[in-house]
């Protein structure tokens, strides 16, 4: 059996209890695989990017076959939400829901134009939903994926610059550091899996930091020699990351340094360049 999210985001936790610990959110619009199933909890699978746990049953949203095939066809080539919060509000019934970024709208399109009081053209975006239209601004919206450059980049996370760190999260009030890369990465249609050890089997090796491009993948390790931690290179001195709240800071061979602390607060291990 197929489901998908309707809320905002829905968080998905390792064991069938509310006390247990979020691996992951699912946003808005994705779907998944429904596993197991118990009294108030089903054990799912997300498509996005393979991860399993459990979800509070009634939070998730059952497909038919049929609705799954047609919703699955429109949402391949769907258009993204590209800031940290959006508003959209639902034809049907007029009520308001909060979309965080990386949030994928199917059917999307700009509508006809309509006047303000000043006169002026207000340019509406659409979206579908298993046969719901929803209206959301144009502006907060990308119909493709930007190209991965500097300045792109830093266009893209200037707005999540101080998102505070939670374990597990990736919406705009919480984000840990594999899923606040894999919602910016997925910005320059580049599909991340979900942890940090994970994404660093992505993509191709890049040899040092002097060879950096914007939107690398930087990878950190514990004393233990495992990856724990990943940031995105601005450029070959500089990174972004999420450790403690979203944040720039100064980057060279051996890792982060920490211009607060005056030590470096993570050791750089790997780079990895995502091309697809």
Request: some cysteine.
């Given at each position: 059996?197929?489901?998908?999210?309707?809320?905002?985001?829905?968080?998905?936790?390792?064991?069938a209890?509310?006390?247990?610990?979020?691996?992951t959110?699912?946003?808005?619009?994705?779907?998944?695989?429904?596993?197991?199933?118990?009294?108030?909890w089903?054990?799912?699978?997300?498509?996005?990017?393979?991860?399993?746990?459990?979800?509070d049953?009634?939070?998730?949203?059952?497909?038919?076959p049929?609705e799954?095939?047609?919703?699955?066809?429109?949402?391949s080539?769907?258009?993204?939400?590209?800031?940290?919060?959006?508003?959209a509000?639902?034809?049907?019934?007029g009520?308001?829901i909060?979309?965080?970024?990386g949030?994928?709208?199917a059917?999307?399109?700009?509508?006809?134009s309509?006047?303000?009081?000043?006169?002026?053209?207000?340019?509406?975006?659409?979206?579908?939903?298993?046969?719901v239209g929803?209206q959301?601004?144009?502006?907060?919206?990308?119909?493709?994926?930007?190209?991965?450059?500097?300045q792109?980049?830093?266009?893209?996370v200037?707005?999540f610059?101080?998102?505070?760190?939670?374990w597990?999260g990736k919406?705009?009030?919480?984000?840990?550091?594999?899923?606040?890369?894999?919602?910016?990465?997925?910005?320059?249609?580049?599909?991340?899996?979900?942890?940090?050890?994970e994404?660093?089997?992505?993509?191709r090796?890049?040899?040092?930091?002097?060879?950096?491009?914007?939107?690398?993948?930087?990878?950190?390790?514990?004393?233990?020699?495992?990856?724990c931690?990943?940031g995105?290179?601005?450029?070959?001195e500089?990174v972004?990351h999420?450790?403690?709240?979203?944040?720039v800071?100064?980057?060279?061979?051996?890792g982060i340094?920490?211009a607060e602390?005056?030590?470096?607060?993570?050791?750089?291990?790997?780079?990895?360049?995502?091309?697809?």
């Amino acid at each position: 059996m197929k489901g998908i999210s309707l809320y905002s985001v829905i968080p998905v936790r390792t064991e069938a209890r509310e006390g247990a610990e979020q691996n992951t959110q699912i946003l808005f619009g994705e779907t998944f695989d429904i596993l197991e199933e118990q009294p108030r909890w089903l054990r799912v699978r997300l498509h996005l990017d393979g991860q399993e746990g459990w979800v509070d049953a009634k939070m998730a949203t059952p497909m038919s076959p049929a609705e799954y095939k047609t919703y699955r066809a429109d949402y391949s080539s769907a258009a993204i939400v590209a800031m940290p919060m959006a508003y959209a509000v639902s034809e049907n019934n007029g009520q308001t829901i909060p979309l965080t970024a990386g949030t994928r709208l199917a059917k999307y399109c700009i509508t006809s134009s309509q006047p303000s009081l000043e006169g002026r053209e207000i340019k509406i975006g659409r979206f579908e939903v298993l046969g719901v239209g929803f209206q959301i601004d144009p502006g907060m919206v990308i119909s493709k994926s930007l190209d991965l450059n500097e300045q792109n980049l830093l266009q893209a996370v200037r707005f999540f610059l101080n998102i505070p760190y939670l374990w597990g999260g990736k919406n705009a009030m919480g984000m840990d550091c594999s899923g606040f890369t894999q919602v910016i990465m997925s910005l320059f249609g580049k599909p991340l899996k979900r942890n940090a050890s994970e994404q660093a089997e992505q993509g191709r090796k890049i040899a040092d930091v002097s060879k950096v491009h914007a939107g690398d993948l930087l990878f950190f390790d514990h004393e233990d020699g495992k990856i724990c931690h990943v940031g995105i290179a601005i450029d070959s001195e500089r990174v972004i990351h999420c450790s403690g709240r979203v944040k720039v800071e100064k980057l060279d061979s051996k890792g982060i340094f920490n211009a607060e602390t005056g030590e470096y607060s993570h050791h750089l291990v790997a780079i990895r360049r995502v091309e697809s």
